[in-house]
């Protein structure tokens, strides 16, 4: 028999492309179509069903995903999202088109009323939006409406003031709003310093923007205070909702004072994570507030749901109520967990980022710490460190932010671990940190891709293979 043995080798770390899988083979038939029904522009690869699965399988193994293992990512919270809400959003009845009139979308109005109020009822908040697309574009509503608010009370302010170790999408947001950003410096035990914030704010202040617990997992203990200082001076308090998981059934940021706040419900509840979405940031707002949110909302009368637009409105950000399928994934989620299934999520949460850390021969700089802790490499290149992590066949965490934690290692390893899985984890986080510096450098050397140009895959994209060809 003549066996190819190459030919049937599998190369762990290389799939050939469709367009190479074709040409490796012979011209398939000419079509059976007449001449005018077939064009020659289309150069797709001609290969079966199986081959195409089998293809898109093997891409799917060569990369890591939360369906693989634990995704330790901190403050981006990756957890896994049960199935159970993808059937829900793919029962046929949930796709009715958004252009149908009210009247015979009652159903859907009434899931999307719900989840308004669920959110409100989370959050402590008085009136909820569903529409904008992510927690990016929720911050940036926020601050459109805070400055709606403001100048409907002929009051003009010119400032946002913005913790150090914020996400980066905070600062962008209110810049993209017009403000000015004042950046207020961690005080030494990682929480706001008083002293700075007092110093920052001012009749200029539109708002302070936080997360709570911060980015190194600590709660803001003079919270209530702080929230006294900002309002004192006329301005609001927003909450950056992604370390909701910490709080969930337990705290609620509108009652630590909290006016404006967006979820990430990727983050918090269920709906996929990355990949450029789509997602959902929806903003709450206490009752002043309510007048400037986007248009429109549902609303509901005498047992009839209904879609108003309101005078001060800022308008719409995004195309009627929202991205709706992962609106009802978040709704499904919900409604399944319960008001004792949300708590008992950020309890595990939280214990769960207190026993890994509890493992790890890792210096901890911050403490008390919920959902997601801070710990250092040390006199370690934590990016290095994380590299070989990955071939202890784990996910690492968030390197080297924020920056006031040295060589920070940012981990959440979410509710949704076990104790066998946190072992695993914190294994992989001890024996790199124990292996040679030659080690390190040279890490990954398990993986399908060694290191890549991350900064010429942010810069200069190829987002395709033609691109690659031209090269
Ligand atoms: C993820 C994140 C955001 C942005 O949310 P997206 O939904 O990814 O746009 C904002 N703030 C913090 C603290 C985050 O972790």
Same mark, same amino acid.
């Not at 989840?115 to 601050?143: C, H, K, N, S, W």
């Not at 800022?314 to 609106?327: A, D, P």
């Not at 924020?402 to 294994?427: G, K, Q, Y």
């Given at each position: 028999?003549?066996?190819?043995?190459?030919? #049937?080798?599998?190369?762990?770390?290389?799939?050939?492309?469709?367009?190479?899988?074709?040409?490796?083979?012979?011209?398939?038939?000419?079509?059976?179509?007449?001449?005018?029904?077939?064009?020659?522009?289309?150069?797709?690869?001609?290969?079966?069903?199986?081959?195409?699965?089998?293809?898109?399988?093997?891409?799917?193994?060569?990369?890591?995903?939360?369906?693989?293992?634990?995704?330790?990512?901190?403050?981006?919270?990756?957890?896994?999202?049960?199935?159970?809400?993808?059937?829900?959003?793919?029962?046929?009845?949930?796709?009715?088109?958004?252009?149908?009139?009210?009247?015979?979308?009652?159903?859907?109005?009434?899931?999307?009323?719900?989840?308004?109020?669920?959110?409100?009822?989370?959050?402590?908040?008085?009136?909820?939006?569903?529409?904008?697309?992510?927690?990016?574009?929720?911050?940036?509503?926020?601050?459109?409406?805070?400055?709606?608010?403001?100048? $409907?009370?002929?009051?003009?302010?010119?400032?946002?003031?913005?913790?150090?170790?914020?996400?980066?999408?905070?600062?962008? $947001?209110?810049?993209?709003?017009?403000?000015?950003?004042?950046?207020?410096?961690?005080?030494?035990?990682?929480?706001?310093?008083?002293?700075?914030?007092?110093?920052?704010?001012?009749?200029?202040?539109?708002?302070?923007?936080?997360?709570?617990?911060?980015?190194?997992?600590?709660?803001?203990?003079?919270?209530?205070?702080?929230?006294?200082?900002?309002?004192?001076?006329?301005?609001?308090?927003?909450?950056?909702?992604?370390?909701?998981? /910490?709080?969930?059934?337990?705290?609620?940021?509108?009652?630590?004072?909290?006016?404006?706040?967006?979820?990430?419900?990727?983050?918090?509840?269920?709906?996929?994570?990355?990949?450029?979405?789509?997602?959902?940031?929806?903003?709450?707002?206490?009752?002043?507030?309510?007048?400037?949110?986007?248009?429109?909302?549902?609303?509901?009368?005498?047992?009839?749901?209904?879609?108003?637009?309101?005078?001060?409105?800022?308008?719409?950000?995004?195309? #009627?109520?929202?991205?709706?399928?992962?609106?009802?994934?978040?709704?499904?989620?919900?409604?399944?967990?319960?008001?004792?299934?949300?708590?008992?999520? $950020?309890?595990?949460?939280?214990?769960?980022?207190?026993?890994?850390?509890?493992?790890?021969? #890792?210096?901890?700089? #911050?403490?008390?710490?919920?959902?997601?802790?801070?710990?250092?490499?040390?006199?370690?290149?934590?990016?290095?460190?994380?590299?070989?992590?990955?071939?202890?066949?784990?996910?690492?965490?968030?390197?080297?932010?924020?920056?006031?934690?040295?060589?920070?290692?940012?981990?959440?390893?979410?509710?949704?671990?076990?104790?066998?899985?946190?072992?695993?984890?914190?294994?992989?986080?001890?024996?790199?940190? /124990?292996?040679?510096?030659?080690?390190?450098?040279?890490?990954?050397?398990?993986?399908?891709?060694?290191?890549?140009?991350?900064?010429?895959?942010?810069?200069?994209?190829?987002?395709?293979?033609?691109?690659?060809?031209?090269?």
């Amino acid at each position: 028999m003549d066996f190819d043995q190459a030919r #049937y080798a599998r190369d762990d770390r290389y799939e050939p492309l469709l367009s190479e899988k074709n040409a490796a083979r012979e011209e398939i038939d000419d079509s059976p179509l007449p001449d005018e029904l077939t064009r020659d522009a289309v150069e797709l690869p001609g290969l079966s069903e199986p081959e195409l699965a089998r293809h898109y399988t093997r891409l799917s193994q060569m990369n890591w995903s939360v369906e693989s293992g634990p995704y330790p990512l901190g403050s981006c919270t990756m957890k896994y999202n049960p199935s159970f809400t993808e059937d829900v959003a793919a029962d046929p009845n949930a796709a009715i088109h958004p252009d149908r009139s009210p009247r015979t979308s009652q159903g859907t109005l009434e899931l999307l009323y719900e989840l308004q109020d669920y959110l409100a009822r989370i959050g402590g908040m008085d009136a909820v939006t569903l529409q904008p697309p992510a927690g990016a574009a929720g911050e940036f509503t926020g601050i459109l409406v805070a400055k709606a608010y403001h100048e $409907s009370n002929g009051d003009d302010r010119s400032e946002v003031v913005i913790p150090a170790s914020a996400h980066g999408t905070n600062f962008a $947001s209110a810049a993209m709003a017009g403000y000015d950003v004042v950046e207020l410096p961690s005080g030494d035990d990682g929480r706001v310093d008083m002293e700075a914030l007092d110093a920052a704010l001012s009749e200029d202040t539109a708002a302070l923007m936080l997360t709570n617990p911060n980015t190194v997992g600590l709660f803001e203990r003079d919270i209530v205070e702080i929230a006294e200082m900002v309002h004192d001076v006329g301005g609001l308090l927003y909450y950056d909702g992604a370390n909701l998981n /910490a709080l969930l059934g337990r705290g609620r940021p509108g009652d630590m004072g909290f006016d404006i706040m967006h979820y990430n419900v990727h983050k918090t509840f269920a709906t996929p994570h990355g990949g450029g979405g789509p997602g959902a940031g929806p903003v709450g707002v206490v009752s002043e507030l309510e007048p400037f949110l986007p248009n429109p909302r549902v609303r509901e009368k005498g047992g009839n749901y209904r879609l108003e637009d309101a005078e001060d409105s800022i308008g719409k950000v995004h195309g #009627y109520t929202g991205n709706w399928f992962v609106l009802v994934k978040a709704y499904a989620y919900i409604a399944r967990l319960g008001d004792a299934g949300l708590s008992d999520a $950020s309890a595990k949460a939280v214990l769960n980022a207190n026993y890994l850390a509890e493992q790890l021969d #890792y210096e901890v700089p #911050y403490e008390p710490f919920h959902h997601e802790f801070a710990a250092t490499a040390g006199d370690r290149d934590a990016a290095d460190v994380a590299k070989r992590m990955l071939d202890y066949g784990v996910h690492p965490p968030t390197t080297k932010w924020p920056e006031f934690v040295p060589e920070a290692m940012l981990t959440e390893p979410t509710e949704i671990e076990n104790r066998d899985s946190l072992d695993d984890l914190a294994h992989a986080f001890n024996a790199a940190m /124990a292996d040679s510096d030659e080690e390190l450098e040279n890490a990954p050397s398990r993986t399908t891709a060694r290191r890549i140009d991350q900064v010429g895959a942010a810069r200069d994209p190829q987002l395709s293979w033609q691109a690659l060809d031209d090269e």
